[in-house]
């Protein structure tokens, strides 16, 4: 069966790709975003969509990312949305970009603050949206799920790989895991961070966010050798080399603290010892693995690992 020039598979394929049940007919050629303004005050949004010709959005809750998403399936966009700078009450951020081109579909993200509420209307010359602040989970009833909406970590930048972050006393180790995650890596903690941070940064990928959160915590992340670390930046672990290798013979038949002298000198050994067990430092040091830096060294000889 076919349909203005289309078939049956790229309708099927729009219903696949939307979440909706299989169409029958389609308009004859795509429609038009014509406009996209935006409105905010302290306690509201208001977001209108001019429409060439009416469509049937889907709107979707994105809990993970704190985002109200529309889809506007068989539409092109007509203009860009202007660049909207500043951005007030329950609106953090809205993108707009094609996501599909066969069939089009043109979606827009809206970002949000926790406990907005979301209201889609029809109107004459296509949609409106409005956002209130802290509605306790008030909204349209194509919401995806009935939880409570959850702080919102991270927002994702205009473009290319940028990561807006804006947190008030917030938990610090999802926001780590979150970053770590999105740049690919697995984080590895020598000191426990603080429990809570407030923290705003733009960056421009997921690794500089991370950098930017360390060092907003008091720590420094560091590669080493096939690890990434967290650590304080009061961690005397740091004043040792992270690259180069030890010659485990030369720290075999002498104790724990006699090692770690041999490998950082008396007045950085002393610093090296402190919340070390007196008896561990009696120890007598064990065979180190082969390959070990002076800094996994003294970690290693701590007991730290």
Not at 2 to 15: E, F, I, K, V
Not at 206 to 222: D, F, H, N, Q
Not at 228 to 246: D, I, Q, T
Request: proline share 9%; aromatic share 2%; net charge positive.
């Amino acid at each position: 069966m076919m349909s203005d020039g289309r078939p049956l598979h790229a309708l099927l394929l729009a219903s696949l790709f939307l979440g909706m049940p299989p169409v029958t007919a389609v308009s004859a050629a795509p429609a038009r975003v014509e406009t996209v303004t935006v409105e905010t005050s302290d306690t509201e949004g208001r977001i209108d969509i001019r429409l060439a010709t009416p469509v049937e959005p889907v709107m979707r809750w994105i809990a993970a990312d704190s985002c109200w998403r529309l889809d506007l399936p068989e539409t092109e966009s007509g203009s860009p949305m202007p660049a909207v700078t500043a951005f007030r009450g329950p609106l953090r951020q809205v993108w707009q970009g094609q996501v599909h081109a066969d069939p089009p579909v043109q979606r827009l993200n809206l970002y949000v603050a926790p406990g907005t509420g979301m209201k889609l209307t029809r109107t004459a010359g296509g949609l409106s949206i409005r956002l209130r602040a802290d509605a306790g989970g008030a909204g349209s009833g194509r919401r995806a799920d009935a939880g409570p909406l959850p702080e919102s970590l991270l927002l994702p930048g205009h473009g290319g790989g940028a990561v807006v972050i804006d947190v008030k006393r917030s938990p610090v180790l999802p926001l780590l895991a979150e970053l770590a995650g999105r740049a690919g890596i697995s984080l590895r903690m020598r000191d426990d961070p603080p429990a809570i941070v407030t923290f705003r940064s733009r960056s421009e990928s997921a690794m500089a966010a991370l950098e930017r959160l360390a060092k907003r915590i008091g720590m420094v992340l560091t590669h080493e050798g096939a690890d990434w670390w967290l650590s304080s930046k009061k961690n005397p672990l740091l004043k040792l080399p992270a690259a180069g290798e030890v010659v485990p013979d030369t720290l075999q038949g002498v104790t724990v603290a006699e090692a770690l002298r041999r490998l950082s000198g008396d007045g950085l050994a002393r610093h090296l010892e402190k919340g070390v067990p007196a008896e561990r430092l009696r120890m007598m040091a064990a065979a180190l693995p082969d390959g070990l830096s002076p800094r996994a060294a003294a970690q290693h000889l701590r007991g730290d690992n």
